[in-house]
Each structure stands twice: as structure tokens, then as C-alpha cells.
């Protein structure tokens, strides 16, 4: 008998956690886990528009660099129509007019009103996503 005694004792006096207890635990955790779920994504976006924008830099470089060696061999550079096109005539001995003498034109198109142009060599897409330092937010 004491020890069915002693064994409802020790049941009865079992400590536990209510359920209010477990609700309140469980809100904490669900806003912890999301502010960090959030600050994750947030990175994540972060890293992905750093990376776009550096693959537009970078293609910016290529083209400009392309552009500044076919000018600087150029024998003439006539505006062509509007103000963001111009024609460049190679002569045969440039190395990328191909021993002929070759017309190209590089061409600045807007592609979103104000925000961002494409860079093209005779229709060609040499950059992308190229913007202007003067439309640029002072937090990018």
C-alpha cells in the first residue's frame, strides 16, 4: 500500500509545462524564426542584384574598352540621325575590320524611360543594364 502510496505521490507531484506556457514559447520561436527567415532572404536578394550588377559592369568594361581601341583606330566618326548613335569607319589595317574597310555603328538605347540604356555595335547587344551616375539613388 505505501507503495501505490508513494507512486500517486510522485504522479501528482509531476512538474510540467501548462499549455499557455507551450502557446507563448511557440509565438517567441515563430517571431525569432521569421525575422531570421527574413533577414536570410533579404542576403539572398542582396547577393543576386550584386551579382547582376556586376556582370553589367563588367560587359560595360568589355564594350567600352572594345570601343575605345576601334575609335582610336578609326580614319572617321560621324553622328549618325540622333544624338546617342555614331558611325566609326575602320580602315582595312584596324584589326577588327577584317582587312576591309568597314562602317560600324555603335548606338545608346534607352530601354527603360530614363533608368537604363543597351549599348549596341551594329545591332548587337555589347552591354546591358549600363545607367546614368546622374539618375543613379543616392543609396545604390
Do not use: K, W
Amino acid at each position: 500500500m505505501s507503495v501505490l502510496r508513494s507512486l500517486r505521490r510522485r504522479v501528482a507531484g509531476q512538474a510540467g509545462y501548462t499549455m499557455m506556457e507551450l502557446l507563448i514559447v511557440m509565438v517567441i520561436l515563430g517571431t525569432v524564426l521569421g525575422a531570421v527567415t527574413a533577414l536570410f532572404v533579404q542576403a539572398t536578394n542582396a547577393e543576386f542584384d550584386m551579382n547582376r550588377r556586376f556582370q553589367a559592369q563588367q560587359a560595360a568594361r568589355v564594350a567600352i574598352d572594345r570601343m575605345r581601341r576601334e575609335i582610336h583606330c578609326a580614319s572617321a566618326i560621324t553622328p549618325t540621325g540622333v544624338s546617342n548613335s555614331i558611325s566609326v569607319t575602320l580602315p582595312s589595317q584596324c584589326p577588327t575590320a577584317g582587312g576591309v574597310q568597314t562602317t560600324i555603328t555603335y548606338d545608346m538605347n534607352q530601354v527603360v524611360a530614363g533608368q537604363r540604356y543597351t549599348l549596341r555595335r551594329n545591332t548587337v547587344v555589347l552591354a546591358d543594364g549600363l545607367t546614368s551616375g546622374a539618375l543613379r539613388s543616392p543609396s545604390r
